[in-house]
T-cell receptor, first 114, second 114 residues
Framework: DAKTTQPNSMESNEEEPVHLPCNHS???????IHWYRQLPSQGPEYVIH???SNVNNRMASLAIAEDRKSSTLILHRATLRDAAVYYC???????????????FGEGTQLTVNP | DAGVIQSPRHEVTEMGQEVTLRCKPI?????LFWYRQTMMRGLELLIY????????DSGMPEDRFSAKMPNASFSTLKIQPSEPRDSAVYFC????????????FGQGTRLTVV
């Protein structure tokens, strides 16, 4: 699996935007960039994913660099409930017969201050 | 749908005993993943199935671990014999094997081997 690099931890203030970076310099042309988060005492939760273009959904935005070697997860207004570990994952194109691995790294622990 | 259902939520067993963890994926999903999470090693992918077939079991730590998926609605992860170092939270996840690939996680089983 291609490797991703994230800061171990980040802090933010409530109601301010948060930009969570991820480097993936060895990404292949068919790798999708996925983001998951894990709240305390819960299983991971899907946030967003993309291939080349920036993506928006109700939870967050994903900005992908033009060379695809890095990406940034953007939380537009952080709340206390957004405090979690955020994982950036590269996932190969899903194959009909074999699916695709989903491998987690260490992630970024986001602390949100009131 | 009730989401991915895992049972039991908590399991305490003595070293040497057999432990069976159970997972019911979301109906219609055709990929299923088993993970183990510890403080030291983070979230490790143990095995994943696609269309009930084991695709990659390279993360299974040793022969004491085995996983089965007899049908599309049920999977088990068995540890025999269990050891204290197997203590961890075990997560099951399922996803639909299309380009979206969003994986949904269960609440996990917290296993303690004494």
């Amino acid at each position: 699996d291609a490797k991703t690099t994230q800061p171990n931890s980040m802090e933010s203030n409530e109601e301010e935007p948060v930009h969570l970076p991820c480097n993936h310099s060895t990404i292949s042309g068919t790798d999708y960039i996925h983001w998951y988060r894990q709240l305390p005492s819960q299983g991971p939760e899907y946030v967003i994913h993309g291939l080349t273009s920036n993506v928006n959904n109700r939870m967050a935005s994903l900005a992908i660099a033009e060379d695809r070697k890095s990406s940034t997860l953007i939380l537009h207004r952080a709340t206390l409930r957004d405090a979690a570990v955020y994982y950036c994952i590269l996932r190969g194109r899903l194959q009909e017969t074999s699916g695709s691995r989903l491998t987690f790294g260490e992630g970024t622990q986001l602390t949100v201050n009131p | 749908d009730a989401g991915v259902i895992q049972s039991p939520r908590h399991e305490v067993t003595e070293m040497g005993q057999e432990v069976t963890l159970r997972c019911k994926p979301i109906s219609g999903h055709n990929s299923l993943f088993w993970y183990r999470q510890t403080m030291m090693r983070g979230l490790e992918l143990l095995i994943y199935f696609n269309n009930n077939v084991p695709i990659d079991d390279s993360g299974m730590p040793e022969d004491r671990f085995s996983a089965k998926m007899p049908n599309a609605s049920f999977s088990t992860l068995k540890i025999q014999p269990s050891e204290p170092r197997d203590s961890a939270v075990y997560f099951c996840a399922s996803s639909l094997g299309l380009n979206n690939g969003e994986a949904f996680f269960g609440q996990g089983t917290r296993l303690t081997v004494v």
